[in-house]
């Protein structure tokens, strides 16, 4: 079967740097997505992975690993805003996004 | 509009009654998608449309139905409410023939069936 993990729940301090890491497991790989999810909004794109290797945006960087199965996402100058839920998806070789749980992230002052 | 756009907001529905959330999207995007997102777990797939006259299912699609007349709209259908239908609803859409095929959400239903 198809497998994404990712740690259910995370803290960190503001103004600290977080890594958080996804695994995987699926059939075919087109890609891999970062989302960040706000409690009670929508899911919102972050970051884009097809080759292996560190993407940067910003505060925010994405690294991938094809032939290990891993992904994580770092955040930098964490702030108070940042708390949310981080999503990983992969899409499947029918082009279809199979989603992790999800990892909390907690930021404490 | 800009985006996405999901009706409505919330709903409290009795079991066995029909129900259709709708989604409309301005971004003319070819591919459209309706998701489920039950605490604990991950999004799931329910149906899809990769273009206006096209549908498939998804991961989880019994109990659900889905149209896409044209390329904006793509409303689901529950013809017949169980309590198991209890959920947050996304409606998403994409570009499938951008490089990156990125998802987009609206800002969801939440369905509780009582």
């Known amino acids: 079967g198809q497998n994404i993990d990712q740690p259910t729940e995370m803290t960190a301090t503001e103004g600290a740097i977080v890594q958080i890491n996804c695994t995987y497991q699926t059939s075919g790989f087109n890609g891999l997505f970062w989302y960040q999810q706000h409690a009670g909004e929508a899911p919102t794109f972050l970051s884009y992975n097809v080759l292996d290797g560190l993407e940067e945006k910003g505060r925010f960087s994405s690294f991938l ?5 891993y992904s994580y996402l770092l955040l930098k100058e964490l702030q ?9 998806a992969v899409m499947d070789s029918n082009y279809q996004l199979i989603w992790g749980a999800g990892t909390k992230l907690i930021i404490k002052p | 509009i800009a985006g996405i756009t999901q009706a409505p907001t919330s709903q409290i529905l009795a079991a066995g009654r029909r129900m259709t959330l709708r989604c409309t999207q301005d971004m003319r995007h ?4 309706w998701y489920r997102q039950d605490l604990g777990l ?3 797939l329910i149906h ?5 006259g096209t549908t498939g299912k ?3 699609p019994d109990g659900y139905s889905v149209s896409r007349a044209n390329t904006d709209d793509f409303p689901l259908t529950l013809a017949s ?9 996304f409606c998403a859409s994409s570009d499938s023939e951008a490089s990156t095929d990125t998802q987009y959400f609206g800002p969801g239903t939440r369905l509780t069936v009582l």
């Open chain 2, 48 to 52: 899809y449309s990769n273009t206006a």
């Open chain 1, 80 to 88: 108070m805003k940042d708390s949310a839920s981080y999503l990983c």
């Open chain 2, 81 to 89: 409410a169980v309590p198991s239908q209890t959920s947050v609803y």
């Open chain 1, 65 to 69: 690993s094809r032939s290990k199965g």
């Open chain 2, 30 to 33: 070819n591919a459209m998608y």
């Open chain 2, 42 to 44: 991950g999004l799931r």
């Open chain 2, 58 to 60: 998804g991961e989880v």
